[in-house]
Nanobody, 126 residues
Framework: QLQLAESGGGLVQPGGSPRLSCAASGFTLEDYALGWFRQAPGKEREGVSC????????NYADSVKGRFTISRDNAKNTVYLQMNSLKPEDTAVYYCAARSIPWCTTYSLQGHFDSWGQGTQVTVSS
């Protein structure tokens, strides 16, 4: 059974740089395209970033481009989201996701993924 478990969220001050982790079990992350999404209260889910199966392609939402970085550690079977220069508007529940379709495009950020984690809350506030 494919399972994803996020961690690393919490209360962060504006300008902070936390790193979210998403550990996979029941499957090998390097066989899948990966994504990070977020949902703020009262708002629709937003695609944040994705990475192709090969790792050669990444995409980011305009709202996080230049501040967030997606990466993968195959040995640890874990995908990460490094978040820098956080703003209050980055407050949301963050979800990782995986899918067997191998590519990552801006269309992928609309949420066409098969497996999802339970989410981790990130609150940016002073």
């Amino acid at each position: 059974q494919l399972q994803l478990a996020e961690s690393g969220g919490g209360l962060v001050q504006p300008g902070g740089s936390p790193r979210l982790s998403c550990a996979a079990s029941g499957f090998t992350l390097e066989d899948y395209a990966l994504g990070w999404f977020r949902q703020a209260p009262g708002k629709e889910r937003e695609g944040v970033s994705c990475m192709s199966k090969s790792g050669s392609t990444t995409n980011y939402a305009d709202s996080v481009k230049g501040r967030f970085t997606i990466s993968r550690d195959n040995a640890k079977n874990t995908v990460y989201l490094q978040m820098n220069s956080l703003k209050p508007e980055d407050t949301a529940v963050y979800y990782c996701a995986a899918r067997s379709i191998p590519w990552c495009t801006t269309y992928s950020l609309q949420g066409h993924f098969d497996s999802w984690g339970q989410g981790t809350q990130v609150t940016v506030s002073s």
